[in-house]
């Protein structure tokens, strides 16, 4: 990341479209016209993974490597031959402004039962076979852990027969041909589904737009990872966690944050030299151009609980062997395109690895006018070229939503002082923006909310929890030329366009 740039921070979902869900459609390509069109260089989205029914976070991930087969684009399918134009007609009743998941789901399961027969019926061909090929060390492993789990009635692996839950060869074998159909139609998903993003990715790319991916650090413990390499996680020999993942106690929370994914055996991670994460890095960073770490202090030291805990209070930190793994993996990835998130409390040790391997850590501006203020580090005149500012993230409020409801006065003040006048609320999201632009930082990203200047309905997440959360959705027709015109120029202004015409 040596020039500067600015991006839009927009999750897959969250684009139009008629079918109730954003995906890797024509809208898809289209925000990549507006992107080029406005001369940013960067799109930033959320985990890609498949989610638990009724989860819908990005971030509990069902495997380290499948993609989310509730993007593929229905439209895409149809110009392929898989669908006909008359089949997408019912179920349309999806509301415009949220995604509706469960009806999303019902509605998609036929037409990728119909997609995935015609398909078979014209006898697959050398790209799904070499696919199959070239992804067999986690697609079958993936496409199984799916079918048994809808065998045996959405429970979780540990509660499955002991076989099975075993992995024991021979119970899989027969697994795998009993339910040859099921397993089939799986891996056809996820052919699908690579095979679209790859086309996307390379609109992007054509036009000059880079995209940044995420990954959690921590894999849901009903995924297909767990189950398939329990020596890497904590858990006994019945296949239950012995120790989960959280953070301690904080200003903000008493009893601190009990996540509850299983972590990692780092002693047995080491003895195989990474092998695991190294494969989960190569995968991702061979869909996106860029990954934003989250959680990335638990790659130096991270709090782990004992099992059964109801809070994260009684944790200890526990140290990685952090210097081996970047080591293991500068070998591997030469000039490793890995953004920080680095937000919350932040010690010296994680800033030292931070600084020491040269990654672009994350800034974000909602956190600038604290008490710490004017001394604080997400304030623009402290921050360093080699790092990502941000209005706001997907956890934050919008600007305007955190300007109406959470700012108080004093925070406020700080912000008049700091522009040099008062402003309104609806003024605050392109004042944030502006901030951000003129900073020093190489790169600026805004949620695709503030570029709108949206209050707190349009929200991507709450933390702490609450409804609605990963439902937002962009308008039709948004953004209007207006707004397009403002950013374009804004972006040239701050010396952020590059030489793209």
Aim: proline share 6%.
């Amino acid at each position: 990341m040596k020039r500067r740039a600015s991006g839009v921070l927009l999750h897959v979902t969250s684009l139009p479209s008629t079918f109730g869900i954003g995906d890797l459609g024509p809208e898809a390509h289209r925000f990549v016209d507006f992107l080029a069109e406005t001369k940013q260089g960067f799109w930033q989205i959320l985990p890609l993974h498949p989610v638990p029914a009724g989860a819908n976070s990005p971030y509990q991930a069902l495997s380290a490597f499948a993609g989310n087969p509730l993007l593929i684009s229905l439209e895409h399918l149809v110009r392929d031959g898989l669908l006909d134009e008359g089949e997408l007609g019912e179920g349309r009743d999806f509301p415009g402004d949220r995604v509706d998941f469960e009806k999303v789901r019902a509605h998609r399961a036929p037409l990728f039962r119909a997609a995935f027969d015609r398909f078979r019926e014209k006898g697959g061909g050398p790209r799904y076979e070499e696919f199959c090929w070239s992804q067999g060390s986690w697609l079958d492993d993936h496409a199984l852990f799916t079918v048994l789990k809808g065998r045996h009635g959405g429970k979780p692996w540990n509660r499955w027969p002991k076989k099975v839950r075993h992995r024991s060869g021979k119970a899989l074998l027969s697994a795998r041909q009993e339910m040859a159909d099921g397993f089939e139609m799986e891996r056809f998903l996820q052919y699908i589904f690579f095979r679209q993003w790859a086309d996307l990715r390379a609109y992007a790319l054509g036009r000059g737009i880079q995209i940044i991916g995420d990954m959690p650090i921590y894999m849901d413990y009903d995924s297909a990872d767990v189950w398939s390499r329990r020596d890497i996680f904590k858990l006994d020999e019945n296949g239950d966690p012995e120790a989960v993942s959280g953070v301690p106690p904080d200003y903000f929370s008493e009893t601190g944050q009990l996540w509850g994914n299983p972590v990692y055996r780092w002693e047995i991670l080491q003895e195989t030299g990474f092998d695991w994460w190294a494969d989960r890095l190569r995968h991702n960073l061979a869909v996106t151009d860029w990954l934003r770490l989250d959680h990335f202090r638990g790659l130096v030291s991270y709090w782990e609980v004992p099992a059964g805990e109801t809070t994260a209070i009684n944790g200890t930190w526990v140290d990685v062997p952090v210097m081996a793994f970047f080591e293991r993996m500068l070998r591997e990835f030469p000039c490793l395109p890995i953004i920080a998130e680095d937000l919350g409390t932040i010690t010296a040790d994680v800033r030292e690895i931070i600084h020491r391997f040269d990654l672009p850590g994350m800034k974000v501006l909602l956190f600038a006018f604290g008490d710490d203020f004017p001394a604080g580090p997400y304030l623009p005149h402290n921050l360093t070229k080699n790092a990502v500012v941000y209005t706001g993230t997907h956890d934050n409020n919008t600007v305007r939503g955190w300007f109406e409801n959470e700012a108080g006065e004093a925070m406020k003040e700080r912000l008049f002082a700091y522009l040099g006048r008062e402003i309104s609320a609806g003024e605050s999201p392109w004042a944030l923006i502006r901030l951000a632009m003129m900073s020093v930082a190489r790169l600026a990203v805004f949620p695709m909310q503030d570029i709108l200047g949206l209050g707190e309905d349009a929200r991507m997440n709450h933390p702490a929890g609450g409804t609605g959360n990963w439902e937002w959705r962009l308008p039709p027709g948004q953004p209007d030329g207006e707004t397009r015109d403002r950013l374009r120029e804004l972006t040239v202004v701050s010396g952020r366009g590059g030489l793209r015409t």
